[in-house]
């Protein structure tokens, strides 16, 4: 199946036009009434909707464009978390090289991940312990922390749907060289993130949010 | 497109406690604030500002740096947003110091903490430092850097104030370890969930009072803060620069003398000083000859006396220009018993420099004087050499050398070691700091 070319239409419940700007994109939020829609086909469905967004600001939003070494970045979608201490976003982004990756907000420390190819599978990070190594066909991790995140908003397009997902387990990773990657516990077998960290300085954001007095 | 709550400036609201109002200035970043009035932590992420801990502690307190006071830190401006007060206990002892929590909307956040007038900025790590293996003590590196393990202790908060990217709440406690390599200082922080590093460098008052326009923090600061860059350093390595290359020079020109001087023996002889003859004692030598470079020239004297002395003028005769150096030495020697054994003061023999003798034909006029006045006549030998390694100038140089040194290294050594009685390793004063500018 060829993936769909991005294209427009309108929302089923609203009838607000839609624009997909991601072909591979599955889900949407649209912009007006917030309805939650999924993508079969050129079929939109409402599977949900989203709530009043709630308190995180970051000064990332849908259009953004950023640098990640010689790369461009597009964020075309978001996701964003809620754990014991605090909220996070993950901006989903077009890669100029055709590919995909996230780049993440938690209180304005940003990092990009893309996901990764263990080569062999990969415990469920619920099942893990901090100080616990996780081995891939390249790297060996020790996992530095754990979290259990809810679902508390999403906006724009995303590769999956959200709908049916409340909370999932999360295990930050490091490496002896100081590599830093995810292991995902929303889909099972869980998902290998790998990425790093970047400064605003080094992201050399276009379109960013504006903040008034700064 | 869904636009978030976005401050604009300060939100005020009011405390849901108290009714004092409560400026916002990072909403939806903030994920506790503490109220300046009440002391109520309040939840900064519900809207109604719910209360998670009630009067948390004793008010007021004033900070140095006011609240939504902004300067620029590295070149980027951040505002002061929230303020606590922790606390460590050493032996009995509480040291306290002031955090301040400092915000840019893009940047994010980095901190400053203030103990007794010493500033340092701190930002949190991502990074994890690797602990170097066979170290003696307790040691960590990052970028290439050493950093020694200076404290452990437990901090608390016991004043809060302001807004906080973190759930804080008065009364929390975590491990703290710090490790140091002036003018940082890395802190890990335990608790119970993870580890957090983070990097502080020790910043001057004077600059922490220009980026934020409060002259009043540009004050002296009191003894030695752990990541204090030693300051006399720099002033010892200054003088080392100078001084290491010296002793070197010093020393070998010290192996050039012991090596090259020749100790050439010119002349040799015997004669007898017989008191009771009187000026007839008085003598030339044959004529000897010193070869080579102008050198110096050392007369030595063995006399065979048994209590008794005998003093000794001597010239040295240019035979050529008839020019004639004068110099004298006495000899004395004494020996007895006691009721401590024997005892011996003195010597039987001596020797005298000449400096600077050029090459030529030479004369040694011996006069002996002296002496006890009814001893036997006394045996004595005189001989010559030309170019004999003279080291007093050496001991000289080497004090000239060694006692500016001491003197600029002596307050470095004091300055670390009033650091490390701080620490938990006071024995541990000699740890030389690198130089602030990275040499």
């Known amino acids: 199946m060829t993936a769909p070319a991005p294209f427009s239409t309108s929302c089923p419940s609203c009838g607000a036009p839609i624009r997909f700007r991601w072909a591979q994109a599955v889900q949407t939020t649209c912009d007006f009434c917030k309805s939650v829609l ?136 490091l490496d002896a060289s100081g590599g830093f990657a995810t292991l995902d516990g929303s889909e099972s077998p869980p998902l290998l993130f790998v990425g790093e960290y970047v400064s605003w300085t080094e992201l050399r954001a276009t379109g960013a949010r504006e903040f008034a007095g700064w | 497109m869904v636009t978030a709550t976005v401050p604009v400036r300060a939100t005020t609201l009011a405390c849901p406690n108290c009714g004092s109002s409560i400026a916002l200035h990072a909403q939806g970043w903030a994920v506790t604030v503490a109220c300046s009035s009440c002391g109520s932590v309040l939840d900064a992420l519900d809207p109604n500002l719910r209360v998670l801990q009630e009067h948390a502690m004793r008010l007021p307190h004033t900070p140095a740096i006011p609240l939504g006071t902004r300067g620029k830190i590295r070149g980027v401006e951040y505002e002061v947003i929230g303020c606590q007060r922790v606390a460590i206990e050493v032996e009995g002892v509480e040291y306290a110091w002031t955090e301040y929590v400092c915000f840019n909307p893009y940047h994010g956040f980095l901190y400053l903490s203030a103990y007794e007038g010493h500033w ?49 709440r008065v009364g929390d406690e975590v491990k703290a370890r710090d490790f140091i390599s002036p003018p940082f200082i890395l802190s890990a922080e335990v608790s119970d969930q993870e580890v957090t590093w983070s990097r502080g460098e ?49 020393f070998l020109m010290l192996l050039a003398v012991i090596l090259l001087s020749q100790r050439d023996e010119v002349f040799t002889e015997t004669y007898t000083y017989d008191r009771t003859r009187g000026e007839q004692n008085a003598l030339v030598t044959g004529p000897f000859e010193l070869r080579g470079r102008t050198s110096n020239v050392r007369i030595t004297l063995r006399a065979a006396l048994e209590n008794d002395w005998t003093y000794f003028g001597l010239a040295l005769i240019n035979d050529g220009t008839g020019q ?39 004369l040694l006029r011996i006069m002996p004087e ?21 080291y007093s100038h050496f001991v000289i140089a080497f004090f000239a050398l060694i006692i500016p040194m001491a003197l600029v290294w002596a307050p470095v050594i004091g300055f670390e070691s009033r650091r490390w009685m701080e620490s938990d390793h006071e024995g541990a004063l000699l740890n030389f700091p690198k130089d602030e500018d990275g040499a």
């Not at chain 2, 002296?370 to 003279?390: C, L, M, N, Q």
């Open chain 1, 38 to 173: 999924v993508r079969q086909g050129l079929d939109l469905t409402k599977v949900g909707q989203q709530a009043d967004f709630p308190v995180t600001a970051s000064p990332i939003q849908l259009g953004v464009e950023a640098r990640w070494g010689n790369r461009t970045l597009v964020v075309v979608g978001r996701l964003t978390y809620e754990w014991t201490r605090g909220r996070w976003n993950e901006w989903y982004c077009r890669v100029s090289d055709g590919s995909s990756a996230w780049l993440s907000d938690a209180q304005l420390e940003y990092a990009i991940t893309a996901e990764v190819d263990a080569g062999r599978p990969l415990p469920d990070p619920s099942t893990v312990s901090v100080g616990d190594v996780v081995e891939t066909d390249h790297t060996r991790y020790t996992v530095t922390s754990l979290s259990q995140a809810m679902y508390i908003g999403t906006e724009g397009e995303l590769p999956f749907t959200t709908s049916g997902r409340e909370h999932s387990w999360f295990a930050d990773l």
């Open chain 2, 370 to 390: 002296g002496g006890e006045p009814i001893g036997d006549p006394v045996s004595y030998t005189v001989s010559v050499k030309r170019d004999v390694p003279a």
């Open chain 2, 324 to 362: 004639a150096r004068d110099v004298g030495k006495q000899l004395s020697f004494y020996s007895g018993r006691d009721s401590d054994g024997r005892w011996s003061e003195g010597s039987r023999n001596g020797s005298v420099t000449l400096s600077s003798v050029p090459s030529g034909r030479y």
């Open chain 2, 202 to 250: 020790y910043t001057d008052p004077s600059d922490i009072a220009k980026m934020f326009g409060v002259p009043s923090i540009d004050r002296r600061p009191e003894g030695v803060f752990a990541n204090q860059p030693n300051t006399h350093v720099r002033a010892a390595r200054r003088v080392a620069k100078v001084g290491g290359p010296l002793m070197l020079v010093w």
């Open chain 2, 120 to 168: 340092n900025v701190i930002e949190k790590l991502r990074r994890k430092p690797s602990a170097p293996s066979g170290s003696s003590r307790p040691a960590i590196t990052l970028d290439g850097r050493t950093y020694h393990h200076f404290q452990t202790a437990v901090a608390r908060t016991t004043m809060a104030m302001g807004e906080f990217p973190w759930e804080l």
